[in-house]
């Protein structure tokens, strides 16, 4: 596509429940980054994809949080047993390549735990 | 750690009036820096960004200089619009490095 594509674009669950947030980057952006964004807040790193791997998760709030690349392109950010404090827009972007070029953001998932 | 401040907004202009947006960093190595903006509605776009000191970045009229003996990155526009109204980012990240440390954001509204 055109752009990085997030879905759902507004997501709301019960705490407790298991959501999953899909980031579909620009083609051929080997570089892939999830950030969350509180209200009032920067977005805050969450973890980088290099390819399929995650070369640095170290933004990663606990071990509910996790992340998957499997083919290098489309991402998948999944949260169990959600908490009222996971509310937020988590934002994905992509760069052709790790560390060099702009990276592109996608518009983010309203995450919105009741 | 590395760190970004910035000005607290919001910040309410009338149009052609000057902007300025300042933004302090922490930070070790040469980080490059950048100002990114989101519009209503829209995704972060970068804006404009330097990646060593003295360096001067620009675009659609706004400037930001690299300052490293203030450790500072403030956004400059001579005069501003009403389609400038948006949120205003700093951010830096270390050389050659992915994770980008962004500021908290300043909330700019342009009145016509």
């Known amino acids: 596509g055109a752009g990085v594509s997030q879905t759902p674009s507004n997501k709301v669950t019960e705490k407790g429940k298991y959501v999953e947030l899909r980031c579909d980057p620009i083609?051929?952006?080997?570089?892939l980054y999830w950030y969350r964004q509180s209200l009032g807040q920067g977005p805050e790193f969450l973890i980088y994809?290099?390819?399929?791997?995650?070369?640095?998760d170290s933004g990663l709030p606990n071990d509910r949080f996790f992340a998957v690349r499997p083919e290098g392109s489309v991402s998948t950010l999944k949260i169990q047993r959600t908490e009222r404090g996971d509310s937020a827009v988590y934002l994905c972007?992509?760069?052709?390549?790790?560390?060099?070029?702009?990276?592109?953001f996608g518009q983010g998932t309203r995450l919105t735990v009741v | 750690g590395n760190s970004v401040t910035q000005m607290e907004g919001p910040v309410t202009l009338s149009e052609e009036a000057f902007l300025t947006i300042n933004c302090t960093y922490t930070?070790?190595?040469?980080?490059?820096l950048f100002w990114y903006v989101q519009y209503p509605g829209e995704g972060l776009q970068l804006l404009l960004k330097a990646t060593k000191a003295d360096d001067k970045g620009s675009n659609k009229g706004f400037e930001a200089t690299y300052r490293k003996e203030t450790t500072s990155f403030h956004l400059e526009k001579g005069s501003v619009q009403v389609s400038d109204s948006a949120v205003y980012f700093c951010a830096l990240s270390n050389t050659g490095g992915f994770k980008t440390i962004f500021g908290a954001g300043t909330r700019l509204f342009v009145k016509a």
């Open positions: 994809f290099q390819g399929t791997g995650a070369a640095d």
């Open positions: 972007a992509s760069s052709l390549k790790g560390g060099e070029g702009e990276a592109f």
């Open positions: 083609s051929g952006h080997t570089a």
């Open positions: 930070a070790t190595g040469y980080p490059s």
